[in-house]
């Protein structure tokens, strides 16, 4: 499963025998939420996964695959978009009884402190006291 795709576009496709093709388009690579599943059950396996909090406060889920070089973000079935989580919870959720991955997760943030539609926490909403915040003194 390491060609490149068998109609030479550089998108994921199904060949008649039903061999899923996984190919990065572009410098953003997507697969979709079919393909990593038919990747998975033909015995592929994820390397890595990272949770990608956006401005807007949804998730996205992007892979890392053993036998393909990159980061693949994962985009909706039959859909360029990409497939995005409210929750961070749920997205967890979805890689482990989905992809049945056990590994660490990343989990990663977009949101700037400060910005309107993308504010991050501020300490009080954290409920951490800013003057015993153990992040900042190692303690």
């Known amino acids: 499963m390491t060609n490149p795709s068998p109609d030479g576009t550089g998108s994921p496709a199904e060949t008649h025998d039903g061999e899923t093709w996984i190919v990065a388009a572009n410098s953003e690579m997507k697969?979709?939420?079919?393909?990593?599943?038919l990747y998975l059950q033909r015995g592929g396996e994820l390397n890595d996964i990272r949770l990608v909090e956006g401005a807007d406060g949804t998730w996205t889920i992007w892979v890392r695959?053993?036998?393909r070089p990159g980061e693949f973000r994962l985009n909706r079935f039959q859909s360029e978009e990409p497939k995005t989580y409210k929750d961070v919870a749920l997205a967890v959720a979805c890689c482990r009884r989905d992809f049945g991955y056990l590994?660490?997760?990343t989990l990663v943030t977009e949101r700037?402190?400060?910005?309107?539609?993308?504010?991050?926490?501020k300490p009080a909403d954290r409920n951490v006291d800013p003057d015993h915040d153990q992040s900042r003194t190692g303690t």
């Open 112 to 121: 700037i402190p400060g910005k309107p539609n993308g504010a991050g926490a």
């Open 31 to 37: 697969i979709r939420l079919r393909s990593l599943t």
């Open 65 to 67: 695959l053993k036998d």
């Open 103 to 105: 590994g660490a997760i």
